[in-house]
């Protein structure tokens, strides 16, 4: 049977399971599948130019390193996070479909939901980022005109860490979130038209400024680093590439949400490699001239591009500015951190929760993770945010692509997907085998989280299994990839179901 009759044949079939079957988790028909190379490097072009961008880069210039070490770790990283990129980004254009449904095929039709809420909660969290930076910059308006804005009585308790007047803003811009959300996808369209002309203009200006107000590149380039010796610079390099692997880690495992739309492999594989690298180089690039300017500027490094702009002493330039990032920001949370978790938490229950409804789900978690905690200082960026969550979606990309390329030899079964009695339903919906090889590649990152968030000494542990959280997404991804590939080593693809038929 063709790619073409197995798609369809899961479309009209009436067989389908109203809790695995939905038109948004339906495989995308071959006449359907138009996008090309460029239209996936655009993709990546555009979210690649973030304001999360331009603070990873600052970031690792404000933790010691100097031009040409933090573009060397970006490069780096991003090159190591392209390669599960487009492993995972196979299924979605081989077969049409998104990724909560691609993971049931090593999870199991329930135990996918287990991937695809860690996921959803990263991507909440990466939205409360997002509107707090959003809000921060309406804050850094406000109070340029209205100072008084600075100076509101304390409403929030001390716990909380929120000063009033940012509080407000980034209310006020959570709420505007929540209103596209009710007005549906499309409405984003506008502001990301918007964004791909604004930011890229918007940063050329920004790198212009700070080479002329920082006497020329040479000066600022020559900023020396600040590691003492090579032991000082690997102790911070290993974390920090982690953190860089860790920035695009949702995106290695959703990846078919995009190539599921693919018209060919080569699409989708040329078109990320055009489009990540070498974005994320360049547009980091800039954040490291103009952090790496500031302190000449200013006689310290300032990572924050918000707080940045705020310093400018000319009120219409800071409004113009503030009011360019809200929207950008606005337009890049939608589609970026939106539109996936929406699809997994529609995932649970496809009957009951739409995009509405999982789009509200991830504003409420993004705010509970207290986001303005997780940038306030770039050691948190790094270490507390891209670092830990990495040693959860690490885990299962080794998992995902151990068992389409080791054990499913990339031959799928599309029509069982949407089946409860089908080959991907193990034992009552949970592939056993994943879920320990899940837990086998969180566990030896613990002790180094549990160590770096404080809720424990550090020297509870030994200094050997405290130092892998440095290495968290690869030790994650390492281990629940072997042991996966051990378990099911003689429970190959096709006789898995009689597992459940014992039960």
Request: aromatic share 14%; charged share 10%.
């Amino acid at each position: 049977m063709s790619e073409k009759d197995k798609s369809e044949s899961v479309i009209n079939t009436g067989n389908n399971s109203p809790s695995l079957y939905s038109e948004d988790l339906a495989p995308v028909p071959p006449e359907k599948r138009t996008w090309g190379t460029w239209n996936y490097a655009a993709l990546w072009i555009s979210m690649s130019l973030c304001i999360p961008t331009y603070m990873l880069a600052s970031s690792l210039i404000d933790g010691g390193m100097n031009w040409w070490q933090a573009i060397l770790t970006i490069f780096l990283g991003n090159t190591v996070v392209l390669i599960p990129m487009i492993l995972n980004g196979h299924a979605g254009t081989k077969y049409g479909i998104p990724f909560p449904v691609f993971a049931r095929v090593s999870f199991g039709t329930k135990g996918a939901n287990i991937p695809a809420m860690l996921r959803a909660i990263v991507a909440c969290g990466w939205f409360g980022i997002q509107t707090w930076i959003g809000g921060f910059s309406l804050f850094q308006m406000l109070r340029v005109w209205f100072p008084s804005t600075e100076k509101l009585p304390q409403i929030f308790p001390d716990f909380f860490g929120l000063e009033t007047g940012p509080a407000i803003c980034f209310f006020i811009f959570w709420l505007l979130n929540m209103y596209v959300v009710y007005l549906g996808v499309d409405s984003i369209k506008k502001l990301l038209v918007f964004k791909a002309f604004f930011l890229p203009a918007a940063a050329i200006a920004l790198l212009l400024w700070a080479i002329s107000a920082g006497n020329g590149l040479g000066p600022i380039l020559s900023q020396p680093s600040k590691f003492q010796n090579s032991s000082d610079f690997r102790d911070y390099f290993f974390p920090a590439l982690t953190g860089m692997v860790g920035f695009w880690a949702t995106l290695s495992l959703n990846i078919p949400d995009f190539t599921r739309y693919a018209k060919s492999q080569k699409a989708q594989i040329t078109g990320q490699i055009i489009g990540l690298p070498p974005s994320m180089t360049l547009f980091s690039f800039i954040g490291v001239v103009v952090t790496s300017a500031t302190a000449i500027i200013y006689g310290n490094t300032i990572w924050d591009p918000v707080v940045l702009a705020g310093k400018f002493e000319n009120k219409i330039l800071v409004s113009i500015a503030m009011i360019c990032i809200a929207v950008s920001t606005l337009a890049t949370n939608i589609a970026a951190n939106i539109v996936s978790p929406a699809n997994d938490f529609a995932h649970l229950s496809p009957s009951k929760i739409n995009f509405r409804k999982g789009g509200y789900i991830t504003g409420i978690i993004g705010v509970l993770i207290f986001p303005w905690k997780l940038i306030s200082d770039p050691t948190g960026y790094i270490f507390t945010w891209l670092i830990a969550y990495s040693s959860l979606l690490g885990p299962v990309g080794g998992i995902m692509i151990a068992d389409y390329y080791f054990i499913r030899k990339k031959n799928l079964n599309i029509r069982d997907l949407y089946e409860e009695n089908g080959e991907y339903t193990y034992a009552n919906g949970f592939n056993r085998c994943a879920l320990t090889a899940l837990v086998c590649g969180i566990i030896p990152n613990g002790p180094g989280f549990l160590t770096t968030v404080g809720l424990i000494s550090k020297d509870a542990f030994p200094f050997w299994i405290e130092n892998l959280y440095h290495y968290a997404w690869f030790v994650g991804f390492g281990v629940s990839f072997l042991v996966y590939l051990v378990l099911m080593k003689n429970k190959p693809a096709g006789i898995i179901v009689s597992e459940n038929e014992n039960l």
